[in-house]
């Protein structure tokens, strides 16, 4: 019984870690995630980089932690696909 507790204990952890990584640091407002993305629109069109390396420009320009670039690149990226499938 005690193994049964303990692997159900090392399950839930994972779990909560999972759905907590799935989550941003730090709360963004509209109007700043807005400004991120025409930061990345106008990186995009300089052709300077691969997009898939835009999340170091974000940490650097807008001073995010690597985990929250990461979020924004990827809701930047949906959003484009979005607009380009109209």
Do not use: C, P
């Not at 974000?58 to 990827?74: E, G, M």
Request: net charge positive; hydrophobic share 40%.
């Amino acid at each position: 019984m005690v193994f049964h507790s303990f692997s159900y204990f090392l399950v839930r952890q994972i779990y909560l870690l999972y759905k907590q990584n799935k989550k941003m640091k730090t709360e963004i407002k509209k109007e700043t995630k807005q400004e991120m993305f025409k930061f990345l629109n106008s990186l995009r069109r300089s052709g300077v980089i691969n997009m898939f390396g835009a999340g170091s420009y974000l940490r650097v320009q807008f001073n995010l932690s690597k985990r929250d670039a990461r979020f924004i690149l990827q809701d930047w990226m949906q959003s484009f696909d979005e607009i380009k499938d109209l």
